[in-house]
């Protein structure tokens, strides 16, 4: 009879673990994030060179990722957005490296090692990572690696032959049946990985907040729009078949990110697929603002970004899904990418955010959670380069970016007073 009860009672110990753990993972409930059964307003940043961070071999430095997770967890940003890894050859310009996946369905060990690190350590300290499984845009590899292994030719880079010649190049994606299929066995390859570190499936793992399509997906054409949708619907699909304890979201940057058509951004995210809405704010990329007029043109860069803010949430609202703003960012003054410059243009665009994102806290709101772009924490000075090249640290810019210009970095003590200001605020 001892034995029988002995067994009882550890049936019901693991029985609670397992609920426990379940509770950790974030969901959707009545419009708003829930995690461990309260609602979840989150801020956060863009990491996306974690998993490399994470790894032990080219780019690695652990040391440096756990004083940054210290550091992010302690100014009260639990949530961020990590890119799987880039495909594709190396040496390209304005391309990313090392890379994670060389070749369709050959992956580099070392670096997949790095993911599951990466996500052990986030475990540790509570933190939450939204995983995007690919991107648009040629800094990774992205969809024009997929045309390139399928046969379209060699793609064009934006910063060599122009943005057109690339968006052309880049349109042909959702059109081209093979590269969809390599795109899916990719995304079931990592959805499905066991960590080799806990022994346990990505699919049992707390710390992934959210499973992501693509980072910054788009048709690049209005004839791609239909088939656009349907390439959307069906990877997050897949992804939920695959993973039922999860979130998917798109990656989205809103009514950018569909060819300026609202109509096609809410049918995508009224998918029953798709967990949540995303949006993205530029504003100097997207003209609110300019290089010679950083503080002078503030002001008109905040209300464009009240306005774009307020035209996703009434989606959100009509969707009842909360809303991620999760990626945003401001160029530091005098549109200097030296990391001792100033960045109080940036800190005032970055206090409004979080202003809006506190007043949606405190009234139930659809917008629930914000990323800024993007963390630098402790990259070492770059001495001012342009470029950023093998070997050279990891800021919160990626290789086509001049580095420095949107990053936070750790010695920004403005800019990390203010979000521990507002991250340690109890949503």
């Not at 202003?355 to 914000?370: H, P, Q």
Request: with cysteine; charged share 20%; proline share 4%.
């Amino acid at each position: 009879m001892r034995t029988l009860a002995l067994l009882v009672l550890l049936s019901i110990v693991v029985s609670c673990s397992q609920t426990l753990k379940r509770n950790d993972f974030a969901r959707v409930e009545g419009g708003q994030f829930i995690v461990n059964g309260e609602p979840y307003y989150f801020m956060g940043t863009n990491m996306w060179y974690a998993a490399i961070l994470a790894s032990d071999g080219e780019g690695g430095d652990t040391l440096r990722l756990f004083k940054e997770l210290d550091l992010l967890k302690e100014s009260g940003l639990d949530n961020i957005r990590v890119l799987v890894g880039a495909e594709g050859e190396s040496g390209v310009h304005s391309k990313i490296e090392p890379i994670l996946q060389p070749e369709p369905g050959l992956y580099n060990d070392t670096l997949l090692r790095g993911l599951d690190r990466l996500m052990v350590e986030l475990g540790k300290r509570g933190m939450k990572a939204v995983l995007y499984l690919g991107n648009s845009w040629e800094w990774s590899g992205g969809f024009s690696q997929y045309l390139m292994w399928s046969g379209a030719g060699t793609a064009p880079i934006p910063a060599i032959s122009g943005w057109i010649p690339f968006r052309d190049y880049a349109a042909k994606f959702v059109f081209c049946d093979s590269c969809k299929r390599m795109y899916g066995n990719h995304v079931e390859f990592i959805v499905s990985r066991i960590n080799t570190i806990t022994g346990e499936p990505y699919s049992e793992d707390p710390a992934i907040f959210s499973w992501q399509v693509a980072n910054e997906p788009r048709a690049f054409s209005d004839k791609g729009k239909e088939p656009f949708y349907n390439w959307i619907v069906s990877v997050a699909m897949l992804i939920k078949t695959i993973d039922k304890n999860h979130m998917v979201s798109t990656g989205s940057e809103g009514l950018y990110g569909c060819e300026v058509d609202m109509n096609l951004y809410e049918r995508i995210h009224a998918s029953e697929y798709i967990d949540y809405l995303n949006m993205h704010i530029w504003p100097y990329n997207w003209g609110w603002s300019s290089r010679d007029s950083i503080d002078e043109k503030l002001d008109n860069s905040i209300r464009e970004t009240e306005k774009y803010i307020l035209s996703h949430v009434e989606v959100a609202e009509r969707l009842n899904k909360p809303l991620a703003l999760e990626e945003f960012g401001y160029p530091r003054d005098g549109f200097s990418f030296a990391r001792t410059s100033g960045v109080k243009a940036r800190d005032k665009y970055f206090k409004f955010i979080f202003n809006y994102l506190k007043k949606s806290s405190s009234e139930g709101g659809a917008l629930a959670g914000v990323n800024f772009w993007g963390w630098g924490g402790y990259a070492d000075t770059l001495q001012g380069r342009f470029d950023w090249q093998r070997g050279d640290p990891y800021t919160g810019d990626p290789a086509q970016e001049p580095q420095g210009l949107y990053s936070v970095f750790a010695s920004d003590t403005t800019t990390l007073e203010l979000i521990r200001q507002f991250g340690q605020t109890s949503f």
